[in-house]
T-cell receptor, first 116, second 111 residues
Framework: NAGVMQNPRHLVRRRGQEARLRCSPMKGHSHVYWYRQLPEEGLKFMVYLQKENIIDESGMPKERFSAEFPKEGPSILRIQQVVRGDSAAYFC??????????????FGPGTRLLVL | QKEVEQDPGPLSVPEGAIVSLNCTYSNSAFQYFMWYRQYSRKGPELLMYTYSSGNKEDGRFTAQVDKSSKYISLFIRDSQPSDSATYLCAILSGGSYIPTFGRGTSLIVHP
């Protein structure tokens, strides 16, 4: 009964490099959400995706950030030309399709990004 | 005013104490209420969710919702050191897939 999986768990990048964060949702889940968490702050929504569709990206910076959830494979959050302010924990969550599942999200262990 | 307010704490209690964690919210459209527990350097774990006013109990945990006051609570009975974590409330309106999270309250249960 695998839960939400994220990799890598820790990622170190130098300024200007690209960061790629991966998320595999729970089995049977087709909704994926990405959040960012900074120390002393709560979880901030970034983007909500279903297979091959971005449903809501209102929380994602317009530049340098992109996300996808292809038909096959994990969801990817990409950060181009990283800056120190991108250092944070990035969490992926998934939920089941349908009314009964939409209100419960299950989180992965997170990827901790450190930009040097 | 933030949509969801939660005191960050830390809240320090002795083992065995009853813990009360609270959130207030401003949007009356919120219908679903959740509590997550997050251990240090881990992902949030769903503890409880409810969609109605009143109480919901699960073992040592009780979630309480008062929609008229826009106030939700999580009670932990017989608290244990293993309960030491950050507790986040999350609230969702009926027409949305995106919950709004509180900042989280840090709980420390000391032996």
């Amino acid at each position: 009964n695998a839960g939400v999986m994220q990799n890598p768990r820790h990622l170190v990048r130098r300024r200007g490099q690209e960061a790629r964060l991966r998320c595999s949702p729970m089995k049977g889940h087709s909704h994926v959400y990405w959040y960012r968490q900074l120390p002393e702050e709560g979880l901030k929504f970034m983007v909500y995706l279903q297979k091959e569709n971005i449903i809501d990206e209102s929380g994602m910076p317009k530049e340098r950030f992109s996300a996808e959830f292809p038909k096959e494979g994990p969801s990817i959050l990409r950060i181009q030309q990283v800056v120190r302010g991108d250092s944070a924990a990035y969490f992926c969550a998934s939920s089941a399709a349908g009314t009964s599942g939409k209100e419960t999200q299950y989180f992965g262990p997170g990827t901790r990004l450190l930009v040097l | 005013q933030k949509e969801v307010e939660q005191d960050p704490g830390p809240l320090s209690v002795p083992e065995g104490a009853i813990v009360s964690l609270n959130c207030t919210y401003s949007n009356s459209a919120f219908q679903y209420f959740m509590w997550y527990r997050q251990y240090s350097r881990k992902g949030p774990e769903l503890l409880m969710y409810t969609y109605s006013s009143g109480n919901k109990e699960d073992g040592r945990f009780t979630a309480q919702v008062d929609k008229s006051s826009k106030y939700i609570s999580l009670f932990i009975r017989d608290s244990q050191p293993s309960d030491s974590a950050t507790y986040l409330c999350a609230i969702l309106s009926g027409g949305s897939y995106i919950p709004t999270f509180g900042r989280g309250t840090s709980l420390i249960v000391h032996p």
